[in-house]
């Protein structure tokens, strides 16, 4: 069987979260360390692989589009076949493959080590399945990120058990990486030039808790400063553990972005207990303050129209937005997942209403974020230049106080050559909606 291994050409589609996209980049590292050749476009693929997603409904919508679009692919020629893996295929293994004959292969979300042994039985025209592994460290990569730019999982699963979370029972237990085995995996992205590296975990926060009780993240970041990376970012900071230690860290470390992405998830102490955080309004608002007061760019998110939650909750919750504690936010309609405990709370609530109450906080926030961008003309920024924008005949980068994808951007001029990749100071001069603009000093 290992003659129809060797040089099957694969694409893949990642859905969903950035620790999705890095099981992706490992996947593809694997099958390229056995022998394949991955593609980009889908027409060149002998193989399709779709990493899914099934967080909430729409993820779950998502996934099952793009799997109908790859069954589509392979029946337009002889010679294709389409792996599942990932989130859905761990959840739903059993009426996927009932439903969906037509896909070759499914991986649960630990069973990544087993990929090659996956396309060996389907070369050979065997069905094959696995959603009961526990997958060993793997440092291999194929980025799909910009080449300057890369995320580094630090954990899988998670403890926090919120109500409305169905992660726990497809990821299991929160479980961190060996720090030798992660400086290892962040030695070569640094080696193959990556700047900027970005933590991602369920809870990046946590990172080390199993091992001995205590979080063990600072330690690992100061590890990381030791490499060549310029910037490095947190992202996905549960709240109850943002200590003052952690914020004076951010706030103080020369290579660590002053950036925070907490999901607070709401304000109301009632809706936070009923959805099992571990915070209320009074330790949220203090934190936030904190950070705000620490200087640090802080993101967060929100659940909106949650089992319970009132117009008195509502009311509180847009009140907090109102006030600009936040340079961004996302904000989501609450999605009712099977299986987990807010499914069986009393209280829910129509989702044309949910819906209205996301909107209506989105749009207030936009404007809080339009704010905060124009408290920024004047001020000289430390911008990654990654692409340009030639509608607007301009750069287009971010600086610290940006994420990949989630934020916004800062487009500028130059009177002087730039490298993709590269930092330059940019003088922000004016706003382009929620966008930033500027020029090169």
Avoid at 35 to 48: F, K, N, P, Q, W
Avoid at 287 to 316: N, Q, W
Avoid at 355 to 383: F, H, N, P
Wanted: hydrophobic share 35%; net charge negative.
């Amino acid at each position: 069987m290992s003659d129809v291994r060797q040089g099957m050409r694969i694409g893949a589609i990642s859905l969903g979260c950035d620790k999705n996209r890095v099981d992706t980049e490992k996947m593809l590292a694997r099958l390229k360390e056995g022998g394949h050749s991955i593609v980009s476009r889908e027409e060149d693929a002998e193989i399709l692989i779709v990493n899914t997603c099934a967080f909430i409904k729409s993820a779950k919508e998502e996934s099952i589009a793009e799997i109908l679009s790859a069954i589509d692919f392979k029946k337009r020629a002889e010679g294709r076949h389409v792996i599942v893996t990932g989130c859905l295929a761990q959840r739903y293994e059993e009426e996927l493959k009932a439903e969906m004959p037509e896909v070759d292969a499914f991986l649960g979300t630990g069973d990544y080590d087993n990929i090659l042994e996956a396309v060996d039985n389907i070369a050979a025209g065997e069905r094959y399945s696995r959603r009961e592994g526990l997958d060993k460290f793997y440092a291999g990569r194929v980025l799909t990120t910009p080449l300057h730019t890369a995320y580094l999982k630090i954990a899988d699963g998670c403890d926090n058990h919120c109500t409305y979370c169905a992660i726990p029972s497809i990821r299991g237990k929160y479980r961190s990486e060996a720090m030798t085995d992660l400086l290892d995996e962040a030695g070569r992205l640094a080696d193959d030039g990556v700047k900027e590296l970005i933590l991602v975990a369920q809870d990046v926060t946590r990172y080390g808790m199993d091992f001995d009780g205590k979080p063990h993240l600072t330690e690992l970041v100061k590890e990381l400063e030791g490499l060549s990376f310029e910037w490095i970012r947190l992202l996905y900071l549960e709240p109850e553990m943002v200590s003052d230690e952690l914020i004076n860290f951010v706030a103080s470390e020369k290579k660590v972005a002053k950036y925070m992405d907490i999901p607070l998830q709401h304000i109301s102490s009632a809706v936070l207990k009923r959805m099992n955080r571990h915070t209320d309004e009074a330790m949220t608002r203090a934190i936030v303050k904190r950070v705000r007061e620490a200087g640090i760019t802080l993101r967060s998110t929100f659940i909106c129209g949650f089992p319970g939650e009132s117009e008195e909750d509502h009311d509180k919750l847009r009140s907090f937005i109102a006030e600009g504690n936040l340079d961004y936010a996302g904000f989501f309609a609450y999605s009712r997942e099977e299986n987990t405990p807010a499914d069986r709370l009393d209280g829910h609530i129509p989702v044309k209403v949910k819906q209205r109450r996301a909107r209506e906080l989105e749009k207030l926030q936009q404007s809080v974020t339009a704010q905060r961008q124009r408290e920024r003309i004047g001020q000289v920024a430390r911008v990654l230049y990654e692409d340009i924008d030639f509608s607007r005949q301009m750069f287009s980068g971010r600086s610290e106080s940006e994420a990949p994808d989630i934020d916004t951007e800062i487009y500028f001029t130059s009177d002087f050559p730039l490298e993709v990749g590269n930092f330059y100071d940019v003088e922000i001069t004016g706003t382009l909606g929620l966008d930033l603009s500027g020029r090169t000093v």
